[in-house]
């Protein structure tokens, strides 16, 4: 699967947009971007995912350049809630795959 | 149900007891995975299910660990000889491996205290 590179920490307002990058430069052209955050004391929660179009859900917007080698995670209303550590995987379509999890970043909002 | 279910959620043993961990993985799902995470650290991998195959050890971080997954539903992880170094959270994932990218959803884990 595709490297991903992530900030470490992050910070941003409650009611401000929090944009959270992913470098994924060696992503091939059938990877999905994934992904997922970890509040404290929680297993990880799906987000969102994508392949090439951007995507929106009820919770983010997935945000992807044009040759795929990074994409942004938008919450647009970040809450105290969300804060959070946030993973960006490339896992391979399909077949046998175990997710490694990196670092990701850690995103704290603040009043 | 409808996510992943993992009991017990806090279990706390005495160094050198053995350990039985319980993951319901969601219906359907062929693929099952179990991670820990130790405080402030980041998942590691322990063992990977997919359907009858051969399940893939390879994170098994000794031989006092082993899990079994029965009728290609529920699995069971057992720590024997539990050390103070196992205390950490037990993660349960599944998947359906059909799904494109797959993706995964995570149990709320089981918090284990070894003393």
């Known amino acids: 699967d595709a490297k991903t590179t992530q900030p470490p920490s992050m910070d941003c307002a409650e009611g401000r947009a929090a944009n959270l990058p992913c470098n994924h430069s060696t992503i091939s052209g059938n990877e999905y971007v994934y992904w997922y955050r970890q509040i404290h004391s929680q297993g990880p929660q799906y987000i969102i995912h994508g392949l090439k179009n951007n995507e929106t859900n009820e919770m983010a917007s997935l945000i992807i350049t044009e040759d795929r080698k990074s994409s942004t995670l938008i919450l647009p209303h970040a809450t105290l809630r969300d804060t959070a550590v946030y993973y960006c995987i490339a896992p391979p379509p399909g077949g046998s795959y175990i997710p490694t999890f990196g670092r990701g970043t850690s995103l704290i909002v603040h009043p | 149900g409808a996510g992943v279910s993992q009991s017990p959620s806090n279990k706390v043993t005495e160094k050198g007891k053995d350990v039985e961990l319980r993951c319901d993985p969601i219906s359907g799902h062929t693929a099952l995975y179990w991670y820990r995470q130790s405080l402030g650290q980041g998942l590691e991998f322990l063992i990977y299910f997919q359907g009858n195959s051969a399940p893939d050890k390879s994170g098994l971080p000794s031989d006092r660990f082993s899990a079994e997954r029965t009728g290609g539903s529920v699995s069971t992880l057992t720590i024997q000889r539990t050390q103070q170094e196992d205390s950490a959270v037990y993660l349960c994932?599944?998947?359906?491996?059909?799904?494109?990218?797959?993706?995964?959803?995570f149990g709320e884990g089981s918090w284990l205290t070894v003393v």
């Open positions: 994932a599944s998947s359906l491996r059909q799904d494109p990218g797959n993706t995964i959803y």
